[in-house]
């Protein structure tokens, strides 16, 4: 495998905002790490989205998913040599040979004219993006360093032997090996791909769509290290000052917290199960928990840890 990290990068494209324009508004390419990145955006629906484009490498046919890049950056509008303020945003990339990969920030129309970045039809937008990003290509043996072999389904995955057998007790079983093949039944290459990037341990490179597959692997590949990390991400998810405005109430932020309980109780997460727990400021919150359908499927020793809360509760 190998490991381009890039950081200061910076993309700057204008646009002409028109209203109700349904075709996306497409900036021009900057090569950095040597691949080619863009801005793009549309105002469709009401909503102005404004994209960062990686496009997609050219891999072998037979390695269709081995590679995966983690963007982080901050973006602002200028509008009339006036700077914006700073918004801040994350993107992540997981892509394969035959489509590209996009990461987007959602930003209301009427918030714009509120800001004052938009004021009419025709309005001239610059958009200025500053990212680092780290791109792993799982497709290179390396001599020296990359002295591991992984098959999977039409992928070659090539990573370093010492240090995968050091997190996972499956791979160690299979120490006697140099080349080792992966039940397609088990994961898919996207899956196994952030698992081999979690090996590095950056928590904040996993985003929440991808940290229920990676904690079944961690489970699977019997990974204790990588299902803390995943442990670690639910916990700080449920702190108040990490919940974004939409699930600062607790109506819908009890969606969240069911979330929490299940992932606990089906990987023995104990602290997580703990903070799950303390989540619970008041017995409203309780009783308004427990009227959720999926409350009867939790387990009853969970179900008695919630009312020993209640209890607690002044």
């Known amino acids: 495998m190998s490991v381009t990290i890039q950081n200061g990068c910076k993309m700057r494209s204008e646009f002409v905002y028109q ?6 508004m497409n900036g021009e390419h900057w090569n950095f790490g040597g691949h080619l990145w863009k801005i793009s955006a549309d105002n469709s629906g009401g909503e102005f989205i404004v994209y960062i484009n990686l496009e997609r490498p050219t891999v072998p046919e037979n390695d269709v998913k081995t590679w995966t890049c983690h963007v982080e950056g901050e ?29 987007h920030m959602v930003l209301k129309t009427k918030k714009l004219e509120r800001d004052g970045y938009l004021t009419g039809n025709l309005d001239r937008i610059v958009i200025e993006i500053h990212f680092d990003f780290k791109f792993f290509d799982f497709s290179k043996n390396i ?15 090539y990573f370093n032997k010492a240090l995968l057998i050091s997190q996972s007790k499956y791979f160690f079983e299979k ?4 080349e080792i093949r992966i039940d397609e039944k088990l994961c898919d290459e996207d899956e196994f791909c952030c698992f081999l990037v979690s090996m590095y341990n950056r928590a904040n490179m996993i985003d929440y769509g991808a940290i229920r597959s990676l904690a079944k692997l961690a489970l699977i590949f019997q990974a204790p290290a990588i299902m803390s990390i995943c442990e670690d991400y639910e ?3 449920l702190l108040p000052k990490n919940r974004s405005d939409y699930y600062k109430p607790f109506e819908k932020f009890k969606f969240c917290l069911m979330s929490s309980f299940e992932t606990a109780e089906k990987y023995g997460l104990e602290l997580l199960m703990q903070n799950s727990l303390t989540s619970f400021e008041n017995r409203k919150q309780i009783r308004e928990f427990k009227d959720l ?17 209640y209890l607690n509760i002044l």
């Open 19 to 24: 209203e109700n324009n349904e075709e996306t």
């Open 75 to 103: 973006f602002r509008i200028l509008k009339q040599n006036h700077e914006g303020g700073y918004k801040q945003c994350d993107f992540d990339f997981y892509f394969n040979h035959d489509e590209s990969s996009t990461g």
């Open 143 to 157: 001599d020296g360093f990359t002295d591991l072999k992984i098959l999977l389904e039409d992928s070659i995955f």
């Open 175 to 178: 120490n006697d090996s140099s």
């Open 235 to 237: 916990i700080r998810r």
């Open 293 to 309: 359908p999926e409350y009867a499927e939790l387990k009853e020793t969970t179900k008695k840890r919630i009312f020993k809360r």
